[in-house]
């Protein structure tokens, strides 16, 4: 059996912005369990610093 360490189930980020409000991350799941590496690749901007961020709830609210 294994014990996950850390999950993550439909996870949104939105900013609210002088142009309304931002979708910034829509439905991002993961899992990890004990022992296991999980890297996260992508072009900039496409979300993988707010991810991490929103993790360790470092993002302000608001504006995020």
Avoid: W, Y
Wanted: charged fraction near 15%.
């Amino acid at each position: 059996m294994t014990d996950n360490l850390l999950t993550v189930k439909n996870l949104t980020v939105r900013f609210n912005t002088a142009h309304g409000t931002q979708e910034a991350l829509r439905g991002v799941s993961f899992s990890m369990t004990c022992g296991e590496a999980l890297g996260i690749v992508g072009e900039s901007g496409s979300g993988k610093s707010v991810t991490a961020l929103s993790i360790m709830r470092l993002i302000s609210d608001p504006p995020g």
